[in-house]
């Protein structure tokens, strides 16, 4: 419950911050991009265009794979947490001393491994979901238990603000 609540609040709100920071000035992402290539292999110059026409699909599956795959690629470029750091489940031994080793996953330089994203540095709304890190690895035990609420409410906010920032 505990962890639901701080997704619900902290998580959420600094993920709504970044895509809106992305959305008004996308100059800010990290190489700078030509443009953004959408489902049917174009590009669009602008993100506020692509979540204009990623919301327009009267279908809903259709709308919410799209805005899936916004949300994803925005907080690929702007994750929430740029760093996680995570205890090992056993000690080890260093210089005949044991300690607790600490792991610090670089999630935003893993956001760009050409190893696991095609051409990582185009915004692109065809990727597969499945290398994303910013609600944790997929199926491991780090994973974000909010994550489907966390997408719910984004893609809420989304739909409702999509032509305010005009």
Not at 31 to 39: K, M, S, Y
Not at 132 to 137: A, Q, S, T
Request: hydrophobic share 40%.
């Amino acid at each position: 419950l505990a962890e639901l609540l701080v997704g619900g609040i902290y998580t959420v709100g600094k993920a709504f911050a970044n895509i809106v920071d992305l959305v008004l000035d996308p100059r800010r992402i990290e190489p700078r991009i030509a443009g953004i290539l959408v489902a049917d292999g174009s590009r669009r110059t602008d993100l506020m265009t692509v979540l204009r026409e990623v919301c327009s699909p009267a279908d809903e599956a259709t709308r919410k794979r799209g805005l899936n795959a916004f949300i994803g690629e925005c907080l690929r470029f702007r994750p929430v947490s740029p760093a996680l750091f995570r205890a090992c489940t056993s000690d080890t031994e260093v210089e005949q001393k044991l300690v607790t080793v600490l792991v610090c996953t670089l999630v935003q330089a893993a956001n760009m491994d050409p190893r696991k994203f095609n051409a990582p540095h185009d915004f692109r709304l065809d990727r597969e979901p499945g290398p994303y890190l910013h609600f944790g690895p997929a199926g491991g035990p780090h994973r974000c238990l909010g994550e489907h609420i966390a997408m719910a409410e984004l893609r809420s906010w989304a739909e409702d603000n999509r032509g305010r920032f005009t």
